[in-house]
């Protein structure tokens, strides 16, 4: 029933940029918290942007001034655009939705920072 599909991910050389998109299902999208996530090789997921139904926004202190997420309604899409990537950068981006019938995720993108 819930879909969730991350897209954008890929190699860039350090210093680049890239738009990551997630296309959710369903008719409330409007109404639901969003946000994206990582998870490097040997750690644990982790926050890197959260927003709100009315589109407040929250970032982690490692991508903050560097990212920004963003939301359309009418195209059920939340984006994250990642601007002078680092290497650290490296990780499956993961997009989550917050239902009232719980917690949904995405299958990720991979997003590759190296020369």
């Known amino acids: 029933q819930v879909q969730l599909v991350e897209s954008g991910g890929g190699l860039v050389q350090p210093g680049g940029s890239l738009r990551l998109s997630c296309a959710a299902s369903?008719?409330?999208?409007?109404?639901?918290?969003m946000g994206w996530y990582r998870q490097a090789p040997g750690q644990q997921r982790e926050l890197v942007a959260s927003?709100?139904?009315?589109?407040?926004?929250q970032y982690a202190n490692s991508v903050k001034d560097r990212f920004t997420i963003s939301r359309d309604n009418g195209k059920n899409t939340v984006y994250l655009q990642m601007n002078s990537l680092k290497p650290e950068d490296t990780a499956v981006y993961y997009c989550?939705?917050?239902?009232?019938?719980?917690?949904?995720w995405g299958k990720g993108t991979l997003v590759t920072v190296s020369s």
């Open positions: 369903g008719n409330f999208f409007r109404i639901y918290n």
């Open positions: 927003i709100s139904s009315g589109g407040e926004t």
């Open positions: 989550k939705q917050d239902r009232v019938t719980g917690i949904y």
